[in-house]
């Protein structure tokens, strides 16, 4: 059974500062990796994708991959209360469907 | 882009009748189109995978004479709800994979499923 796994939450950081959200995944053959954010009652939205070991930085998002650690994180900087939220990890190996985690709900407090 | 639109994005329907939504990608062209279902405060439930001019592939206790999917083009694939009851009101939404590139899945908007 392909597993992702996620804290669940609620993380609750202050307006300004880093937020840390982690993910674990069982299938040593991932090859895909996203992250989606999820508004309370919408539909998943993309917000990074990662393939390779290392950072990816998009504005203030920096998705972290580990192959090695199975691990996957993403990072918020400047954390805004529109960014509270439920962040869902996602991974995948060639063709097959994306595997959710059950998300971690965010909560940045102004 | 990538967008991926759902119609209609609410439904309430009364028990027993059926209901079709319909999943669109506007802007590209997908060969692989996912159907998922959320509850509230659920995660996101895959029901089933359905490739462009061929059968859908549906997950495990998941009822293909229940919920059937049509994926007649590249740009547009059906569920439709037969004899819904009202354990089925959830909220399904629909995702597309690109023809070609990355296999990144967009999401479309939902919609909203309310059986009386």
């Known amino acids: 059974q392909k597993e992702v796994e996620q804290n669940s939450g609620p993380l609750s950081v202050p307006e300004g500062a880093i937020a840390s959200l982690n993910c674990t995944y069982s299938?040593?053959?991932?090859?895909?990796f996203f992250w989606y954010r999820q508004y309370s009652g919408k539909s998943p939205e993309l917000i990074m994708s990662?393939?390779?070991?290392g950072d990816k930085e998009d504005g203030r998002f920096t998705a972290q991959l580990n192959k090695a650690s199975q691990y996957v994180s993403l990072l918020i900087r400047d954390s805004q209360p529109s960014d509270s939220a439920t962040y869902l990890c996602a991974v995948n190996r060639g063709n097959t469907p994306l595997v959710f985690g059950k998300g971690t709900r965010l909560s940045v407090i102004a | 882009g990538a967008v991926v639109s759902q119609h209609p994005s609410w439904v309430i329907c009364k028990s027993g009748t059926s209901v079709k939504i319909e999943c669109r990608s506007l802007?590209?062209?997908?060969?692989?189109m996912f159907w998922y279902r959320q509850f509230p405060k659920q995660s996101l439930m895959l029901m089933a995978t359905s490739n462009e001019g061929s059968k859908a592939t549906y997950e495990q206790g998941v009822e293909k004479d229940k919920f059937l999917i049509n994926h007649a083009s590249l740009t547009l694939s059906t569920l439709t709800v037969t004899s819904a009851h009202p354990e089925d009101s959830s909220f399904y939404i629909c995702?597309?994979?690109?023809?070609?590139?990355?296999?990144?899945?967009?999401f479309g908007p939902g919609t909203r499923l309310t059986v009386l």
């Open positions: 990662i393939y390779s070991n």
């Open positions: 299938d040593r053959g991932s090859q895909s």
């Open positions: 995702s597309a994979r690109r023809l070609a590139g990355a296999n990144t899945q967009y």
């Open positions: 802007d590209f062209q997908a060969t692989t």
